[in-house]
C-alpha cells in the first residue's frame, strides 16, 4: 500500500462501491443506531496504552473494525499514518470528530470487512478489537508487513457466563484461537481473563524472512 497521501489523511469519510451486507450477522442499521444514539468511549484500550513503547513513532497502522476512532486515534497520536475501517457510517463520523479535536490525521474508510480486500505487506501496526471474524485472519497475516505488530482483543466464548454483552457465540473466541491463528509469529503477550466479561488479549509482531 503506497503511503496515505495528504489529500486522504484526515479528509472524510470515504465509501467503496463495494460497500455492502453486514458485520458477523448483525444488521447495520442496528449498530448505526447504537452510534447515533449512545455514547462510546474515546479512551484508547488499555492493551495498546500497555504496549506503548512497543509501537513506532512512523509508518502505517490499519485498525480494523475501528468503532468510533479511539485507537484509531492513539496510533495517529503516536505519529503513525492511519487507516481506520468500519461499516457503520455514524461510529466513523463520530471518529472523525474526534480526531479533529485532537488535532489529528485519520483515513476513514467505510468498508465491510467480511468482503474488502486488504493490501498486503503494507501496514507496519495492526490493531483488531472487539471484532471476531476467523475467515479474516489470513488476510491480517498478509496485511502485516514483517516485523509488523499485531494488537486483538475481544469478547471469549466465557463471556455468555456474563449478565449483559455479546450472546451470540458466533462472535466469540473460541479456546485458544488466538494462539492457534497467530501463535507461530513471536507472541509478546497473551492472557485470557474472566471479570464481569470474558475477553482474550493477544500481541504478537510478524517475524522478518
Known amino acids: 500500500m503506497p503511503r496515505l497521501s495528504a489529500a486522504s489523511r ?8 463495494t460497500h455492502s451486507g453486514s458485520v458477523q450477522s448483525t444488521p447495520p442499521q442496528d449498530w448505526d443506531r447504537r452510534y ?9 484500550s488499555g492493551l495498546l496504552t500497555q504496549f506503548l513503547p512497543l509501537i513506532p513513532k512512523h509508518g502505517i497502522a490499519l485498525d480494523l473494525a475501528c468503532g468510533a476512532g479511539r485507537n484509531s486515534v492513539l496510533l495517529a497520536q503516536q505519529g503513525l499514518e492511519v487507516l481506520a475501517i468500519d461499516r457503520s457510517l455514524p461510529a466513523l463520523q463520530r471518529g472523525r470528530e474526534w480526531a479533529r479535536e485532537c488535532r489529528v490525521n ?18 507496519d501496526v495492526l490493531a483488531c478489537f472487539y471484532y471476531r471474524d476467523p475467515a479474516l485472519y489470513p488476510r491480517m497475516r498478509a496485511a502485516l508487513r514483517p516485523g509488523g505488530l499485531l494488537f486483538f482483543e ?5 463471556q455468555l457466563r456474563a449478565s449483559s454483552g455479546p450472546r451470540n457465540p458466533a462472535h466469540l473466541l473460541r479456546p485458544d484461537e488466538l494462539v492457534n491463528s497467530f501463535g ?10 474472566w ?8 500481541v504478537a509482531r510478524k517475524p522478518e524472512p
Request: no cysteine; proline share 7%; net charge negative.
Open 10 to 17: 484526515g479528509a472524510g469519510v470515504f465509501r467503496p462501491a
Open 36 to 44: 447515533e444514539e449512545s455514547e462510546f468511549p474515546t479512551a484508547p
Open 106 to 123: 485519520v483515513q476513514w474508510l467505510q468498508a465491510d470487512l467480511e468482503t474488502y480486500t486488504l493490501p498486503m505487506a503494507a501496514f
Open 154 to 158: 475481544t469478547y471469549t466464548l466465557d
Open 184 to 193: 507461530d509469529w513471536n507472541v509478546l503477550f497473551y492472557h485470557v481473563t
Open 195 to 202: 471479570a464481569r466479561s470474558g475477553v482474550a488479549s493477544l
